[in-house]
């Protein structure tokens, strides 16, 4: 702690002014009347702390997560209490799913008016299953501290989301108290015992494979572990929506190990004798439903690196567990020593291929290509672009055929949180204004949190969003028809011109049917210096019906049968 240079300051002045020795610049947030005084305190500091303000706190929250995500240090969003604190909820959830650190400041009732259910009280325990920890501050005094443990807890371990309530007349009280100075991160190495097991391990393999996944990465990590591989010659895959972890152009990467996995590389991770997870918590989108890794056998050897050791043998029994932050442990494998020759060299070149091969598009009907179109926006955009995605099937595109060759270049919800993508972009292009971002985003999420480009207009966000739109929530209709054929309901959309609708904002918007108009609708997007939206229309009834929906229904059939028991427990 550090003397009070100030005297006395209001509770909102001591909270912003913690904020700031936490090293926070960006805070998003929707305005409530139960934090005023911290607003107030935003206005002193607005030449260091750069105050977003969102039309819906989900979008706010969103904004804050993808912040955090991209950046690995602490997203921060603030939002009133009762409809605010239940509207940011689903960020909060999609930052736990996603292991990104990420602070919710909520501003709560009077202290003297709790439990009698005043006017949009809520219980900050609400978040005890969402978040790491929900706390409430009833002293001024306090905040320093509290706004610390909640830096400390966010990063510290498996990151994830920290719920911090502050009652109204807490922000208002006047007092003097000591600030706390700036966090440490605080994450578990391995023992030296643990890596002589690790290495014995890989030295008696003859078909390893590595499973990269989850938060808490950082680009010396990234960098570390690809060097590791690359010596050893060893085939990695990335988790869902992790792609960014590993270069897709190296000759070590096998593909994402997601949803709509190469079934090849399924059945590669399914034969490996050493499957060494890291980072990942081997979650159902990259388990494909607790199905990989195998069943308890002992042709299978399960290595399992994770920040936080409660996760170790949650779901998986590992036969190695490593409690180990993501650069500490990548640290010590660029150490690692090679093999003189590599057992596995066949096998990972296998791999390689089997990814090559899965990357040429099948034949796609109707007038509008998406493998094409993800092709020409690689080439337009180019190593330095940042892909973003909401949650649907259409985001498929993007992982099956964008190359993601450095670290950050992807963001998108592993927990499929619709309404994910626009605000992300958005925060994207504002912590990298340097960089092109491009989100897809499918005519459902985006009419959930489309109306943030009204956000980008203001604080000169320019990001270009791809609204994939083919007049339905694609992904429930996909899983109605296999599961119930021929009775579809509810799933429809009654859509605007989202080009259009763009305008009316003051935004660059345009239509696009065809696939030899994209292109250049994306030049012009692109220079237009602004957030633009470009529509993508695709004929449901050529894509989605026809296509997609009868092969789901055969392997659905397929694989009910044959799917084996989840999990190794």
């Given amino acids: 702690m550090t003397d009070d240079p100030k005297g006395t300051r209001t509770g909102g002045q001591i909270l912003v002014d913690a904020l700031r020795l936490q090293g926070v610049d960006t805070v998003f947030c929707v305005p409530g009347e139960s934090f005023l005084a911290g607003l ?14 969102c039309r819906h706190e989900g979008g706010a929250g969103f904004m804050a997560e993808a912040y955090g995500k991209l950046t690995g240090r602490v997203g921060v969003c603030f939002v009133s209490r009762g409809p605010g604190a239940c509207n940011v909820s689903i960020a909060v959830h999609t930052a736990r799913q996603d292991s990104t650190p990420m602070v919710l400041v909520i501003g709560q009732i009077d202290r003297a008016t709790r439990d009698r259910e005043a006017f949009q009280e809520i219980d900050v325990r609400m978040f005890g299953g969402l978040a790491k920890s929900a706390l409430e501050v009833n002293d001024p005094r306090r905040l320093p501290e509290f706004v610390s443990r909640a830096f400390h807890v966010a990063l510290s371990g498996r990151p994830g989301p920290v719920v911090l309530s502050v009652p109204e007349d807490v922000l208002t009280e006047c007092c003097a108290v000591s600030d706390v ?3 440490h991160v605080v994450r578990p190495a391995p023992s030296a015992r643990r890596m002589e097991q690790f290495a014995a391990l890989l030295g008696a393999a003859r078909r390893p494979f590595i499973l990269l996944g989850g938060g808490g990465w950082s680009e010396t990590a990234v960098a570390d572990m690809r060097a590791f591989s690359e010596s050893h010659g060893l085939p990695v895959g990335t988790a869902f929506r992790c792609q960014d972890l590993f270069d897709n152009d190296h000759p070590c990467y096998a593909g994402d190990v997601g949803i709509g996995i190469n079934p090849a590389l399924a059945r590669r991770v399914a034969a490996s004798d050493l499957l060494i997870a890291v980072g990942t918590r081997l979650d ?4 494909q439903s607790y199905t990989l890794p195998s069943p308890p056998k002992a042709a299978q050897t ?4 994770f920040a936080d050791p409660d996760e170790l043998g949650r779901v998986y029994r590992p036969d190695l567990p490593i409690a180990s932050g993501m650069a500490e ?6 150490e690692m020593a090679p093999p003189a020759v590599a057992p596995w060299r066949d096998w990972t070149q296998a791999a390689r291929a089997d990814y090559e091969a899965w990357q040429k598009p099948d034949p796609v009907p109707g007038p509008l290509d998406m493998a094409v179109v993800v092709r020409l926006l690689a080439e337009r955009i180019g190593r ?3 892909i973003v995605t909401d949650g649907g099937n259409f985001s498929g595109w993007s992982h099956r055929f964008y190359r993601y060759r450095r670290y950050r270049s992807q963001l998108g919800p592993t927990c499929g949180a619709m309404g994910y993508g626009v605000p992300a972009a958005i925060a994207a292009k504002l912590v990298h204004a340097e960089r092109p971002v491009v989100c897809f985003v499918g005519d459902g999420g985006f009419g959930m949190t489309g109306q943030e480009i009204a956000t980008a207009l203001q604080y000169g966000s320019a990001p270009v969003i791809l609204v994939v739109n083919n007049n339905m929530y694609g992904t429930i209709r996909m899983h109605q028809e296999r599961e119930y054929p021929g009775r579809v309901i509810a799933t429809d959309l009654k859509n605007p011109d989202f080009g259009a609708f763009a305008r009316a904002f003051g935004a660059h918007g345009e239509v696009v049917e065809k696939t030899s108009e994209f292109a250049a609708a994306l030049d012009r997007a692109l220079a237009a210096k602004r957030v633009s939206v470009i529509e993508l229309r695709i004929d449901p009834e050529a894509i989605t019906t026809r296509t997609t929906l009868s092969k789901l229904r055969e392997q659905a059939l397929g694989e009910r049968s044959a799917r084996p028991q989840a999990g190794r427990l």
């Fill in 329 to 334: 442990f990548a640290a010590l494998l660029r």
């Fill in 302 to 305: 399960l290595v399992h690196v």
């Fill in 384 to 386: 330095d672009g940042l």
């Fill in 40 to 53: 107030d305190a935003f206005y002193e500091a607005r030449s260091a702390i750069r105050l977003i303000s």
């Fill in 181 to 183: 100075g700036p966090h």
């Fill in 284 to 287: 159902e989108a990259t388990t």
